[in-house]
């Protein structure tokens, strides 16, 4: 008895007739199909990832085998009962790999297009964070705010506006910001450190917006797997 000829699945569907009409069997988990000859010999490997489409315009996204419970006595496409009953009576099935434009296909529908655009709407979120995280670090800082202060002062101690030293008023300006070591007094300011709540601080609220941002990001990727993958559908 010759060898049987193994299917090859590939991208494009086999040839209508050359698989063997659909059947039910205990033998086998949902969303799973095994292909026999008239031995009850596998046809094809195990573990590919394929879409069974029928003449009459069926589909499922099923997971090959090559072993089943139950020995087949006849040549059939063999499916678990419960996706049997939603082909059953059609005809012609035909097998291929599952691929990105399955995946893609599912983007087209109502549900698909609305959890992709959540998902995207995350992602735009976690950017607009890390982006205000980025400004709000690279912002001008107080040595930048200092040299425009000392200038000022200085130019006003020039025109003689003032009988505070510049020196010294800057370093009572770096002790309000908490930021000189020097400790100075200037008649009627108080040069004590003023301290600002981490709530009210600009670059507290950019990492915070951030951080949700890239939680929602990857709530949203992670949605998307879950709903745009094999055997997946967005509408749940």
């Known amino acids: 008895m010759a060898a049987p000829t193994p299917l090859v699945l590939t991208g494009t569907p086999t040839a209508p007739g050359s698989l063997p009409e659909l059947s039910a069997t205990s033998g ?3 969303g799973h199909v095994y292909v026999s000859d008239q031995h009850g010999t596998a046809l094809l490997d195990a573990g ?3 879409v069974l ?3 009459e315009g ?3 996204e099923l997971l090959t085998v090559s072993t089943i419970g139950v ?3 006849a040549p059939g496409s063999y499916l678990h009962a419960s996706d049997y009953a939603t082909l059953v009576g059609q005809t012609e099935p ?3 790999l599952y691929g990105s434009a399955d995946t893609l296909a599912k983007l087209r529908g109502a549900s698909g297009f609305l959890t992709a655009l959540t998902a995207v709407l995350s992602t735009l979120t976690a950017l607009i964070g890390v982006f205000f995280v980025w400004s709000a670090m690279s912002a001008s800082g107080p040595s930048t705010i200092n040299d425009r202060a000392q200038a000022l002062l200085s130019s006003v101690a020039g025109s003689g506006g003032t009988s505070v030293p510049a020196q010294t008023a800057l370093s009572c300006l770096k002790q309000i910001r908490g930021e000189g070591s020097q400790q100075v007094s200037v008649p009627g300011v108080d040069c004590t450190a003023v301290s600002t ?5 600009a670059t507290w609220g950019s990492l915070l917006t951030g951080l949700i941002g890239v939680l929602g990001a990857v709530a ?3 949605t998307v797997a879950s709903k745009f993958g094999f055997q997946k559908s967005p509408a749940g």
């Open 71 to 73: 020995t087949p006595t």
């Open 220 to 222: 949203g990727i992670v």
């Open 53 to 55: 489409q029928t003449k």
């Open 197 to 201: 709540p981490w709530w009210r601080q």
């Open 58 to 60: 069926g589909r499922l």
């Open 28 to 30: 086998l988990a949902i």
């Open 48 to 50: 590919q990832q394929a």
């Open 94 to 96: 035909t097998l291929r």
